[in-house]
């Protein structure tokens, strides 16, 4: 008989485990608004999600307060050099060019960023020049070299940033990563799957406190879980490569009584959800949602994934070089109406909506 009930619970379990194979997974939630502030915006990135950062900031400048930009090229970056492609452009010039001579054309990029503020395609240059940055190169980074971001901190210092708001560290004998302090990720060195790199410090901490002035010290726990939520929502392009789902970070405290910041964090490539899950690495365990909750900030985890068809995108890198408009011979990706950009905005104008989800875990 004991036979018999061990065999019975174990066809049980097979059983179990082949319905809970072939169910469709649960829809992502809508994401609520919380009263957000988004005068107090800022976003951070890796490599590509560096350069997206940076579009993001430029464009958007009238709601930002700062960015953090690590191993990424000037915005526009793609543009340095008109008799090669955008493309070429962006993973020669803005990576690993043979000479610094070659690199990113600086001058003409400012020259470009005014124009288009001076369009109205994106806000006022004005905007930057009380702002705090963040601009990190590592030494042993040949993905996106030392040559290339040290062009960063010009460019933003053209555009009027005080050198003294600018903090830019090449220092650290870092890979192409972002960093932490955790024992079990890749030595710091070294360029490797899923680029999180153990250096001895939690640079999330170093982006929020250059940005935000003097914070708390991260949280050791946290109030509130990671919210997944329906990012198709906001996706009205049909080449943006953007996941369904992306995530955010939202303190108990700013679900119900507080209006908060919102950070944007942004991965590079082959770092989004659908790549690195269900390890959760970039969204989970990068020091930011400590800094959210020890700090009152509302942590924002846009998502792209890869895509070999249209658009052609098989890292899954943000864009910054043109992808997300295969069709035009001159495509915008780096403006207010660029589809990536138009997307995130949106997901940033949702949360600054009045409170409309609370439940009963919440105010607990």
Same mark, same amino acid.
């Given at each position: 008989?004991?036979?018999?009930?061990?065999?019975?619970?174990?066809?049980l379990?097979s059983?179990l485990?082949?319905?809970l194979?072939?169910m469709?997974?649960?829809?992502a939630?809508?994401?609520?608004?919380f009263?957000?502030d988004i005068?107090k915006?800022?976003?951070s990135g890796?490599s590509s999600?560096?350069?997206?950062t940076?579009?993001?900031y430029v464009?958007f400048?009238?709601?930002?307060v700062?960015?953090?930009?690590?191993?990424?090229?000037?915005y526009?970056c793609a543009?340095?050099?008109?008799g090669?492609?955008l493309?070429?452009?962006?993973?020669?010039a803005?990576?690993?060019p043979?000479?610094?001579?070659?690199?990113?054309?600086?001058p003409h990029?400012?020259a470009?960023?005014?124009?288009l503020?001076?369009s109205?395609a994106?806000d006022p240059?004005?905007?930057l020049?009380d702002?705090?940055?963040?601009i990190f190169?590592?030494?042993s980074d040949?993905t996106?070299?030392?040559a290339?971001?040290?062009?960063?901190?010009?460019?933003?210092?053209a555009?009027?940033?005080?050198?003294?708001?600018?903090?830019?560290?090449?220092?650290?004998?870092?890979?192409h990563?972002?960093?932490?302090?955790?024992?079990?990720?890749?030595?710091?060195?070294?360029?490797?799957?899923?680029?999180v790199? #153990?250096?001895?410090?939690e640079q $999330?901490?170093?982006?929020?406190?250059q940005? !935000?002035?003097?914070l *708390?010290? @991260?949280?050791d726990?946290?109030?509130?879980?990671?919210?997944?939520f329906?990012?198709?929502?906001f996706?009205?392009?049909?080449?943006?490569?953007?996941?369904?789902?992306?995530?955010?970070?939202?303190?108990?405290v700013c679900k119900?009584h507080r209006?908060?910041?919102?950070?944007?964090v942004?991965?590079g490539?082959?770092?989004?959800?659908a790549v690195?899950?269900?390890s959760?690495k970039?969204?989970?365990q990068?020091?930011?949602n400590?800094?959210?909750?020890?700090?009152d900030?509302?942590?924002?985890?846009?998502?792209?994934?890869?895509?070999?068809?249209a658009?052609?995108?098989?890292?899954?890198c943000? #864009?910054?070089?043109?992808?997300? $408009?295969?069709?035009?011979?001159?495509?915008? !990706?780096?403006?207010q *109406?660029? @589809?990536q950009?138009?997307?995130?905005?949106s997901?940033?104008?949702r949360?600054?909506?009045?409170v409309?989800t609370i439940?009963?875990?919440?105010?607990?």
């Amino acid at each position: 008989m004991k036979h018999f009930d061990r065999l019975l619970r174990l066809r049980l379990l097979s059983l179990l485990v082949l319905i809970l194979a072939v169910m469709p997974p649960a829809e992502a939630a809508r994401l609520p608004g919380f009263g957000a502030d988004i005068s107090k915006t800022s976003v951070s990135g890796l490599s590509s999600g560096a350069f997206m950062t940076s579009q993001i900031y430029v464009a958007f400048s009238d709601i930002m307060v700062g960015a953090g930009i690590v191993a990424g090229g000037p915005y526009l970056c793609a543009k340095s050099w008109a008799g090669n492609s955008l493309l070429t452009n962006a993973t020669t010039a803005c990576m690993n060019p043979l000479t610094p001579s070659v690199g990113p054309n600086t001058p003409h990029l400012v020259a470009l960023t005014r124009d288009l503020a001076s369009s109205g395609a994106i806000d006022p240059i004005e905007n930057l020049a009380d702002d705090h940055l963040y601009i990190f190169s590592g030494k042993s980074d040949t993905t996106v070299t030392t040559a290339v971001v040290d062009q960063t901190a010009a460019y933003y210092e053209a555009l009027g940033v005080p050198a003294s708001s600018i903090r830019y560290d090449t220092s650290v004998n870092a890979g192409h990563a972002i960093i932490t302090d955790e024992n079990d990720d890749t030595d710091c060195s070294k360029t490797k799957e899923p680029y999180v790199n #153990d250096c001895g410090f939690e640079q $999330s901490n170093i982006i929020l406190n250059q940005i !935000y002035g003097s914070l *708390n010290p @991260p949280a050791d726990t946290l109030s509130s879980e990671i919210m997944a939520f329906d990012q198709s929502e906001f996706i009205d392009a049909a080449n943006t490569s953007m996941s369904d789902t992306a995530y955010a970070y939202v303190p108990a405290v700013c679900k119900t009584h507080r209006s908060c910041p919102v950070h944007v964090v942004l991965h590079g490539c082959e770092q989004g959800a659908a790549v690195i899950d269900p390890s959760n690495k970039y969204y989970a365990q990068t020091g930011y949602n400590q800094m959210a909750e020890a700090n009152d900030i509302i942590m924002l985890y846009p998502q792209v994934q890869p895509s070999n068809a249209a658009p052609v995108n098989p890292k899954g890198c943000w #864009d910054f070089w043109g992808y997300s $408009s295969p069709q035009s011979a001159d495509p915008d !990706y780096f403006t207010q *109406n660029a @589809p990536q950009l138009r997307a995130i905005r949106s997901m940033i104008d949702r949360l600054a909506e009045p409170v409309t989800t609370i439940s009963s875990t919440d105010t607990e």
